[in-house]
């Protein structure tokens, strides 16, 4: 996860917020300063000990290459670290673009993108626009913008109906000192320790509960959930038009897809964030119970109406929607970052007449063509 924001708008604060408010989650984070004295990553240091990279006197787009990041990632990474999520904490200089183009172009195999969180601050939010127009165009990057110090400004009500029309259909949620749920980042680990991967059981039950925990009460960021399940299989072509269109606010969709009759050999694990997808075939297992499970994640979305778009991707035809899955499998790579071949995919692309192995989209398109997407 990237985070980014203007000078002062309350970074530090937020991801100080989420590591005292971590539901059992380890972070590590890389903090850059701008500036020789790190104040920011003294002010986090305490709590995250020597999972801290401190990258000073300088801003992280421009003094560091995609390389190097890569050896942070790696070290932060490492199953020894015993880290579930890293934040990168760009000084409030830092184009985000360049943040997100580094870490899309990262060739750490463990790390999945996150998305781009811009904080911005309620209360200079006119003035730092006067004074920083790039601001518009951050926000158009952004896959959640947090507006802080909502209870200090004069009409916060109004920066979040502004702040809406700026971005490119991101989450925008208002905040107080930084306090978001977390839940809305990342998964919150169990408090009972765990060996390997979390199931999607035990996501499911914490999501159920987890407005439960003691920490909710104080959280000013509410957030939406649904949970969908579906015996019957989804077709392809029609999911991909339900996640090309999602909506306004939608920030999180996690889970299990089942294509049946598309590909009877995997289940596809499907991770997107903002506008970031990324589907990865697993084999199932004799004893996999075969259905689709999803948990979707938003800022003031209809849940209802998700719903019936989702029961409307269900599909229990014996035929293959050979067509519908070539398109999930441009969004397919392989643990190196390539674009992959799937088993059963050989099958598919002789019959829908195309090159066998696909092309692996970016959520952002061209990674040189950030600055278009942003106007």
């Known amino acids: 996860m990237v985070l980014a924001g203007f000078l002062g708008s309350g970074k530090t604060t937020l991801l100080n917020h989420l590591l005292h408010h971590s539901g059992g989650s380890r972070i590590g984070a890389i903090v850059n300063d701008f500036g020789a004295i790190e104040i920011d990553a003294?002010?986090?240091?305490?709590?995250?000990?020597?999972?801290?990279?401190?990258?000073?006197?300088?801003?992280?787009?421009?003094?560091?290459?995609?390389?190097?990041?890569?050896?942070?990632?790696?070290?932060?990474?490492?199953?020894?670290?015993?880290?579930?999520?890293?934040?990168?904490?760009?000084?409030?200089?830092?184009?985000?673009?360049?943040?997100?183009?580094?870490v899309l172009a990262s060739e750490q195999p463990r790390v999945v993108y996150g998305g781009l969180v811009e904080v911005v601050d309620a209360v200079e939010f006119d003035a730092t626009r006067e004074r920083h127009p790039g601001l518009d165009r951050h926000l158009a990057l952004a896959d959640l913008v947090v507006v802080n110090k909502t209870d200090r400004a004069d009409d916060g009500e109004r920066v979040l109906r502004l702040v809406r029309t700026l971005t490119d259909g991101a989450a925008v949620v208002p905040a107080v000192y930084g306090r978001i749920d977390p839940g809305f980042l990342f998964d919150c680990r169990p408090a009972e320790e765990r060996i390997g991967q979390l199931s999607f059981d035990d996501l499911h039950r914490h999501h159920e509960h987890e407005h439960d925990g003691p920490h909710h009460a104080h959280l000013h960021t509410a957030y939406d959930t649904l949970s969908f399940d579906s015996r019957v299989p989804m077709n392809p072509g029609r999911l991909l038009d339900f996640l090309d269109t999602r909506p306004e606010g939608l920030y999180?969709?996690?889970?299990?897809?089942?294509?049946?009759?598309?590909?009877?050999?995997?289940?596809?694990?499907?991770?997107?964030?903002?506008?970031?997808?990324?589907?990865?075939?697993?084999?199932?297992?004799?004893?996999d119970d075969r259905l689709t499970q999803l948990v979707l994640i938003g800022s003031g979305i209809d849940t209802a109406a998700l719903r019936e778009e989702l029961q409307a991707c269900a599909d229990d035809t014996p035929h293959a929607d050979e067509r519908g899955m070539w398109g999930v499998l441009r969004y397919v790579q392989d643990k190196d970052g390539e674009a992959t071949e799937v088993p059963g995919a050989t099958e598919i692309a002789e019959v829908a007449d195309v090159p066998e192995v696909p092309e692996v989209v970016d959520p952002f398109g061209d990674l040189d063509d950030l600055d278009d997407l942003a106007r």
């Open 42 to 102: 003294m002010a986090v240091a305490g709590a995250l000990g020597d999972s801290t990279v401190s990258l000073g006197n300088g801003c992280l787009c421009c003094a560091v290459d995609a390389g190097e990041l890569d050896g942070y990632l790696d070290r932060l990474a490492h199953p020894s670290a015993g880290i579930d999520v890293i934040v990168i904490e760009a000084s409030g200089l830092a184009e985000p673009q360049e943040l997100v183009r580094m």
């Open 252 to 287: 999180r969709i996690k889970g299990y897809v089942d294509f049946g009759a598309a590909d009877r050999r995997n289940r596809y694990a499907v991770h997107a964030v903002g506008r970031f997808l990324r589907f990865y075939p697993e084999p199932w297992s004799a004893d």
